[in-house]
């Protein structure tokens, strides 16, 4: 099998600041994933119900649906698949708490390391994936 046959794994981005969504896109498809991306949880929602998703990366202030909303949801379809919450505006242990609660497997403020961001998700994409470690 070539390298360019292999599973990318797929992750779902859900971001309604459109740098940071082009940002967090491209650095995430750089390290070898698949990304699809939504500006509000809604379409958050439609999309994961379209395809098959390794991994949710979440905004918590969103248009139309909040992040923890949108996390409950995603876990009460599809509880083993893992969700990262990011927050602009709260850095707190309660921000964290809610967040686990929620159903996220981990909780970041931004700003994000981009780094720190590839590679909590190619710890929580999967095993057996195949992800670059570009």
């Given amino acids: 099998m070539s390298p360019d046959s292999s599973v990318r794994p797929a992750v779902l981005l859900v ?3 459109f740098s940071l969504l082009d940002m967090f896109r491209r650095t995430l498809e750089r390290a070898g994933f698949e990304v699809i991306t939504a500006t509000h949880g809604v379409t958050a929602l439609a999309l994961f119900g379209e395809r098959a998703i ?3 990366v979440t905004d918590i202030l969103l248009p139309q649906m909040d992040g923890f909303e949108l996390i409950r949801r995603l ?4 509880p083993d698949v893992p969700i990262i919450a990011i927050s602009g505006m709260d850095d707190s242990p309660q921000f964290r708490d809610k967040a686990m609660k929620s159903g996220a497997e981990a909780a970041l403020a931004k700003p994000i390391s981009r780094q720190h961001l590839v590679d909590l998700a190619r710890s929580m994409a999967g095993p057996g994936l195949k992800v670059s470690s570009s």
């Fill in 75 to 78: 876990k009460k379809d599809s």
């Fill in 15 to 17: 971001e309604d600041d």
């Fill in 54 to 56: 390794d991994l949710v």
